[in-house]
């Protein structure tokens, strides 16, 4: 035990180590670059711990990109029609809650290939969201809500950071403690491991699957919705640009730990930071191509998955329907 606590105390003083290297050789603000980490880390790391329940419970939705894009441009209608921000946020959480509803009845009722279900949600997105827009503001790629209905960060001397990405650190921690320490948590893993058993002790697994389709559908909604109103101020219609698959290789990466998800979430949201910093900060993004840089989150997300996916476990009852006897 004091050889992992060693190993991990000695890992994460190397990373920090690291950071203030790119930070100082690059003439980056660590102050900057931790504050877009945050924000790029929020909508990952809640459809990342959304999703990491989920399939503890035996669904897999791979369509967190198309809930993502969904959710963004609701919650962007909702707040301009209440002239609230915080509608808004309320408006993609409960429109991601009614996707996840749908995909948990379609894969638990329907026994439908969830797969399949996960990937239409995404094709369905992609055409949805252009045309949403256009029928409604009149434009097809972009809309910029008025600055009112935005989101502003928490005024904290220190840094600017999103009441939402504190939502998100504190769900990850009660996450974890829900899985691994309340009874609803040994029902959710009893039905991804050996729902048989679940069903015996008269615990119905279909109830137990519902709700964390639903929990899953509600955390990436918020995810969404968060991205044009507390992050980037407005919406394109390829706002998620492939985050919903980043939070699926944070969740697999983390073997379906909700808080383990998170630390990865960090992780990618910090790469994406450093890109979006780079990009921005003169005197580097002269010197390096725009492109190029724009490729770092994605590269991380390949390195860090191709490190660690071998050595995780899945339930044993992942992606298979369970029907009573």
Same mark, same amino acid.
């Given at each position: 035990m004091?050889v992992?606590v060693?190993?991990?105390?000695?890992l994460?003083?190397?990373?920090l180590?690291?950071v203030?290297v790119i930070t100082?050789v690059l003439g980056l603000?660590?102050?900057?670059?931790l504050e877009a980490a945050?924000l790029?880390m929020?909508p990952?790391?809640l459809?990342a711990?959304g999703e990491?329940i989920?399939?503890?419970?035996?669904?897999v939705?791979i369509?967190?990109?198309?809930?993502?894009?969904?959710?963004a441009?609701?919650?962007?209608?909702g707040?301009?029609?209440?002239?609230?921000g915080?509608?808004? $946020?309320?408006? /993609?959480?409960?429109?991601g *809650? &009614?996707?996840?509803?749908?995909?948990? !009845?379609?894969s @638990?009722?329907?026994r439908a290939?969830?797969?399949?279900?996960?990937?239409?949600?995404?094709?369905?997105?992609?055409g949805?969201v252009p045309y949403f827009?256009?029928?409604t503001w009149?434009?097809p790629?972009?809309?910029i809500?008025?600055?009112?209905v935005l989101?502003p960060?928490?005024?904290?001397p220190?840094?600017?950071i999103?009441g939402?990405?504190l939502?998100?650190?504190?769900?990850?921690?009660?996450?974890?403690?829900m899985?691994?320490k309340?009874p609803?948590?040994l029902?959710? $893993?009893?039905? /991804?491991?050996?729902p048989? *058993? &679940?069903d015996v002790?008269?615990i119905? !697994?279909?109830? @137990?699957r519902?709700?964390?389709?639903?929990?899953?559908?509600a955390?990436?909604?918020?995810?969404?919705?968060f991205?044009?109103l507390?992050?980037?101020?407005?919406?394109v219609?390829e706002i998620?640009?492939?985050r919903?698959?980043?939070?699926l290789?944070?969740l697999?990466?983390?073997?379906?730990?909700?808080?383990?998800a998170?630390?990865?979430?960090?992780i990618?949201?910090?790469?994406?930071?450093l890109?979006?910093?780079v990009a921005?900060?003169p005197?580097?993004?002269e010197?390096i191509p725009?492109?190029l840089?724009?490729?770092?989150?994605?590269?991380?997300?390949?390195?860090? !998955?191709?490190?660690?996916?071998?050595?995780r476990?899945?339930p044993k009852?992942?992606?298979?329907p369970?029907?009573?006897?």
């Open positions: 004091k992992k060693s190993t991990k105390i000695l994460a003083f190397i990373v180590g690291v203030l100082e603000s660590p102050i900057a670059l945050l790029a929020t990952l790391a459809a711990m990491s989920n399939q503890k419970a035996g669904l939705n369509g967190l990109e198309g809930i993502f894009l969904i959710t441009v609701a919650g962007v209608y707040a301009v029609e209440a002239n609230n915080m509608v808004g $946020l309320l408006f /993609g959480v409960i429109i *809650a &009614l996707i996840g509803l749908l995909f948990g !009845v379609l @638990v009722y329907g290939d969830q797969i399949i279900v996960g990937i239409g949600i995404n094709v369905f997105a992609i949805f827009m256009m029928s009149g434009f790629g972009i809309y809500p008025p600055k009112e989101v960060p928490l005024p904290i220190v840094m600017r999103s939402i990405t939502l998100a650190i504190t769900l990850g921690i009660l996450l974890h403690l899985l691994h309340t609803l948590g029902r959710i $893993l009893a039905a /991804g491991e050996t048989e *058993a &679940l002790a008269g119905r !697994v279909d109830y @137990v519902i709700f964390t389709a639903i929990l899953s559908g955390l990436t909604g918020l995810g969404g919705a991205m044009p507390c992050w980037f101020g407005g919406i219609k998620s640009a492939g919903g698959f980043i939070a290789a944070c697999v990466s983390a073997g379906l730990e909700p808080l383990l998170m630390s990865f979430a960090f990618f949201g910090f790469a994406e930071g890109a979006y910093t921005v900060t005197g580097i993004k010197a725009y492109h840089v724009l490729m770092i989150p994605y590269i991380t997300t390949l390195a860090v !998955v191709t490190a660690f996916i071998g050595k476990r899945f009852a992942i992606g298979t369970y029907t009573r006897e």
